[in-house]
């Protein structure tokens, strides 16, 4: 089929020649969220303190952060690193063995702390 090219008609009311192009702005700084970042380091120091003081409540609020980054991740599209779900799998994992670990030490349910 050929292609027919169209011409403007003498009614049309565009004007070619003050169409610009779009730049974005370099002064707009794009928002970068740290939040996954924060969760998974807090999540990685509340696991050791959990896994070295053997502290329930540091375990269970190491696997909370530890979601919570999860979930706050980027997904694996253009902004996102392979480092970055290496990061989030290892602070996951690390919250899961203390947790584990500190209820084979004391396998007693956790008690509140100011009873």
Known sequence: M???????????VRRPNKI????????IVPYDDFITDIMNILGMGLSMAGLMGRIK??????LFCSLI??????????????DDSKQV?????LSISALVMSYLQNPFPLTAMWS
Not at 20 to 27: T, W
Not at 89 to 93: A, C, D, G
């Open 57 to 62: 409540i540091c375990a269970w609020l190491a």
């Open 2 to 12: 050929p292609v027919s090219i169209a011409f403007p008609k003498a009614d049309d």
């Open 69 to 82: 980054g999860f979930a706050n991740a980027r997904s694996m599209g253009r902004n996102a690193s392979f």
């Open 20 to 27: 610009k192009r779009y730049k974005p702005d370099m002064a």
């Open 89 to 93: 799998l290892s602070s996951f994992m």
